[in-house]
């Protein structure tokens, strides 16, 4: 049995890894098995907290393509243990995830948590489904204006947590928003306070 982490790790990738010193560390993660397959509570946890990622597709002829997906927290689901899905919603009908899927079900997904500098890799195959298919009736329809148009079905055939580093941090406007609003609140509080304790001395 090849380890899962084949999937990233082939010949070509592990002869790199030899040559520039990382290969023994790689060798011990296959050595376990590889990457995780089945979504763990973790994978759903993580889930549950991300409104961005990146999926990867690519033609027949192996031409790569990558497009955003976002939605609010959550937009990305659990299936079954192992299948996420998500409804796609209608966009500029350029169609070019959809069209490579069509004849080349891999994929990668790259997820993202800019907020707590964190981010999820997970590999697997597609296909397109209607929303009507019985196998999205636990999907959450997205609230909004934007019209759903089609649903993505992902099985999962290994994921992995990436390294931190070089994640620039980044945060919600809304959850900015929200604090300084809480702490501008603050400050007026401060300041009426600080006014009605210096009035009695002013008087005098």
């Known amino acids: 049995m090849k380890p899962s982490s084949d999937v990233a790790f082939s010949a070509a990738v592990k002869q790199v ?28 946890s993580f889930l549950a907290e991300i409104d961005t990622a990146y999926l990867a597709t690519a033609s027949a002829d192996g031409q790569p393509y990558v497009q955003h997906r ?3 927290r959550g937009f990305l689901q659990v299936v ?4 996420l899905g998500f409804v796609d919603l209608a966009g500029n009908r350029q169609y070019i995830s959809t069209g490579n899927l069509g004849e080349n079900n891999r994929v990668c997904l790259f997820l993202m948590d800019y907020a707590h500098k ?10 397109i489904v209607s929303l009507t298919d019985p196998r999205t009736a636990t999907l959450a329809l997205p ?16 994921w992995d947590i990436n390294c931190p580093q070089h ?18 609140a603050r400050i007026a509080e401060l300041e009426a306070e600080n006014r009605r304790l210096r009035a009695p001395a002013q008087a005098r």
């Open 17 to 44: 890894q030899a040559e520039r010193g990382s290969r023994t560390a790689y060798a011990r993660v296959e050595a376990g098995g590889g990457f995780r397959t089945a979504i763990t509570d973790e994978l759903a």
């Open 80 to 83: 079954d243990d192992h299948t």
């Open 143 to 158: 609230a909004g204006r934007a019209r759903a148009e089609q649903v993505v079905l992902i099985t999962v055939t290994a």
């Open 70 to 72: 976002g939605g609010p």
């Open 118 to 127: 964190r981010r999820v890799k997970v590999w697997g195959t597609a296909e």
């Open 167 to 184: 994640i620039p941090q980044k945060l919600d406007a809304g959850e900015v928003a929200t604090a300084i609003a809480a702490l501008q």
